[in-house]
């Protein structure tokens, strides 16, 4: 075997490649770096380099560039560059044994031959893998210590590359292999630097790709401030670069001469998991009518509601720590509209109730396990919707472990999975919702209304309820971390009836996708029945008592210490279930008795003497003409 083979073998030329296609490799906004690199070549003594900086960086495109100089641009170098060679070597090819021969000697033989050739400047990628490789476990030889006396001597040049938290582990480990390398730190580069680097490589990438990216139009800005805010777990300018490439490539598939908005977009949404309302709408129009959008599903709640939107809009409004997400700390009886408005949240700001991240914590009871469980499911999670609402349901349930880690994702914004991959969080809205505190809440509601506007009476009730949370064993420093802390009050009985009035419409409407309809409300019974505004009906020679149906599913489907969660169940038994025994009758037999509900209460209502009343939801079908509400 001729020794140039370790050459061809084992390294790839980075200076042929580069002469081949030199708008295919290099760096832009590097010339201090790359000053630095060309400065430390060129010493007499120490004159190997250490590259570090994250991935994406632009690491391996600043060699890239150096070979580009050198090739190039010869004139601007010290004399002894001119003529350098540089040769990429992969750690992992000196272990293709053949002959007999091993890693060590394999190494050994490309040293001696680079020694040979002083125009070779090695350059080795993930260069901490330097430590330990080789090693058989009965010698210390690794790839460091064959490495560390050529270029101590200065017989080779050597650059590496590597990540800064892999420098401290590894290199730094080593005394006598850090001591070898002069280090050059490789900062992310800002969104104005990356904009200059896509404007530089935009003609190669159109000539490549055959898809033009129009000017004036904004989408290289766009393409960095999609980078920037939404691919949170990679760099510049690499994620960027990526981003546009991936663009022009869904232009190409999309038969697009010219990239389009709508082709950037695509990409973050289909790898980055961004909702494409959050995409396609400014922060204006997901805000406008915010708050009313919101009032229409969440009843009886104004304050509370105000208070989430106001945060939302501050956050918006750029004002608010964009290092950590939006959090707020939902405290109220059950039933009284906190997980309706994390859904409500998610349908209206992020663009539909999937972009709703939802944790039962009861399920995290138990210390370690339940860290380890929430970790892996809560970074999962994240990392596929980070723009979303994350519920917390019932935050007292979980073990106090858990409040820590939450803890951790409030005050720092992100996640470490349990990969080491850092998850971002700051993106989210946290809703925690919690019963503590709940007869505070229920003994305020039964003050007066000047009680509860005085600021004294406000400012002990907060004091008592924070007491409540540390009597819970939730810690001052997770409560100081909560964005705000928002007090849901008991439902009045018009709220509940407003409620009942919202599910009664979603049940028509999917009643009337199969051409019946439920006849419910006072004034349309009143035009069918007549003496019902008196509250009676004749039935042959007798008559009973007959009310709104409302009436009854308030009475029965709402409860002060649960709110209307009791309210489904009620009308699954006292108004679904019946609906549902006339169609599938009429689909059995053939036969309809009518294609109208009309459901009333007979009976008589609760009163003194009998708190629980008798009465009971009675329904009629009829085929009659549709009737409609004046309401």
Known sequence: ???????????????????????????????SELRQIIRTLNQARKNSVAIVGEAGVGKTALIEELAKKIEFEPDDLPENLRAKTILGLELSALMEYQDGATF?????????????????????????????????????????????PAIGRGEIQVIGATTLEEYHEYIESDKAIRRRFSRVHLDELTTQQTLAVLNNIKADFEKRTGVNVPEGK????????????????????????????????????????????????????????????VLNETDNSRLYNLLERMQGDVIGQDEALKKITNGIRVRAAGLGDMSKPLSFLLAGTPGVGKTETAKSLARHFFGGEDQIIRFDMSEFKFAKASMELFIERAAEAVKYHPYSVLLLDEIEKADPMIWDLLLQILDDGRLTDRYGQLINFKDLIVIMTTNIGHKLILDRDERSEEYKRDEASKNTFSQDFESALRGAGMRQELISRIGSVVVYSPLSDLDVLQIIDLKMAKLSAQAAKQNYQIIYKQDQIEKLIPTFAENYEEIGDETTGSFPLSDYLLERGYKRNQGVRPLDDVILDHVEALVAEGILEERRTGISKGHSFVFRTWGNPPDDTHPRGRWDTVVTQFEIEEVASDV
Request: hydrophobic content about 40%.
């Open 218 to 277: 904004g989408l290289l800005e766009a393409v960095v401030s999609f980078s920037d805010r939404f691919i949170t777990t990679e760099y510049f300018p690499d994620k960027a670069v990526t981003l546009l490439d991936s663009a022009l490539s869904e232009a190409k598939l999309n038969e697009h001469s010219l990239l389009e908005f709508d082709d950037i977009a695509e990409i973050i949404h289909e790898q980055y998991f961004v909702p494409l309302a």
């Open 104 to 148: 060590a000697s394999n190494l050994y033989n490309l040293v001696d031959h680079v020694k040979a050739d002083k125009s070779i400047i090695l350059f080795i990628d993930e260069m901490h893998e330097l430590i330990g490789t080789g090693s058989d476990g009965n010698s210390s030889m690794d790839a460091a210590n064959i490495l560390k």
């Open 1 to 31: 075997m001729a020794e140039d083979n370790y050459i061809e073998r084992f390294t790839t030329n980075f200076s042929k490649l580069v002469a081949q296609d030199p708008g295919k490799y290099g760096a832009f906004e590097r010339e």
